[in-house]
T-cell receptor
Framework: DAKTTQPPSMDCAEGRAANLPCNHSTISGNEYVYWYRQIHSQGPQYIIH???NNETNEMASLIITEDRKSSTLILPHATLRDTAVYYC??????????FGSGTQLTVLP | GAVVSQHPSRVICKSGTSVKIECRSLDFQATTMFWYRQFPKKSLMLMAT?????????EQGVEKDKFLINHASLTLSTLTVTSAHPEDSSFYIC?????????????FGPGTRLTVL
């Protein structure tokens, strides 16, 4: 599975949109982009995933560039409860997920 | 989304004892479950893949005789840490996904905090 690169930390003001970038320049054609988050001392929580089209659900939006080499997770109106480590993961045929170091998002009041 | 539970959520044991952690998929059947370990301020590291009805597949560096995995049914996998030592203290997390097409999301349990004294 392709590796990903994320900034180690980001801050966001409460109520504003949080835009979390992820680079995956070696992604293959059949690999999906997944986003999970982990609130302190809890198991990871699935957020969203996509292949090449932009995706939106009740939690977030996923924007994937046309060349698929990068993506952005958007939390439209961040709250204090969105403070967590956000993991961008590229997964192909392997069933397991390989976690990188993620981005620590801190939502500030 | 699907729900995965773990029991216990927290356990403290003495060095040399064994500890069993259960992972259950509550509303779906999982032919495959995964066990991860997470040390403080570190990312999740895959330990093993648990396959229903067959032997688990362990990642390099994970001792299969120390971390016993049993996946006896489509909704239950257990991880037993045998002869636990203080260095085994960690956050253990399981996950499961419904079998099906590529692109299925994986659901995680809430984790088990193991402290070995």
């Amino acid at each position: 599975d392709a590796k990903t690169t994320q900034p180690p930390s980001m801050d966001c003001a409460e109520g504003r949109a949080a835009n979390l970038p992820c680079n995956h320049s070696t992604i293959s054609g059949n690999e999906y982009v997944y986003w999970y988050r982990q609130i302190h001392s809890q198991g990871p929580q699935y957020i969203i995933h996509g292949l090449k089209n932009n995706e939106t659900n009740e939690m977030a939006s996923l924007i994937i560039t046309e060349d698929r080499k990068s993506s952005t997770l958007i939390l439209p109106h961040a709250t204090l409860r969105d403070t967590a480590v956000y993991y961008c993961i590229v997964k192909g045929s392997a069933r397991q997920l390989t976690f990188g170091s993620g981005t620590q998002l801190t939502v500030l009041p | 989304g699907a729900v995965v539970s773990q029991h216990p959520s927290r356990v403290i044991c003495k060095s040399g004892t064994s500890v069993k952690i259960e992972c259950r998929s509550l509303d779906f059947q999982a032919t495959t479950m995964f066990w991860y370990r997470q040390f403080p301020k570190k990312s999740l590291m895959l330990m093993a893949t648990s396959n229903e009805g067959s032997k688990a597949t362990y990642e390099q560096g994970v001792e299969k005789d120390k971390f016993l995995i049993n996946h006896a049914s489509l909704t239950l996998s257990t991880l037993t840490v045998t002869s636990a030592h203080p260095e085994d203290s960690s956050f253990y997390i399981c996950s499961a996904s419904e079998p099906g097409h590529l692109g299925n999301e994986q659901f995680f349990g809430p984790g088990t905090r193991l402290t070995v004294l």
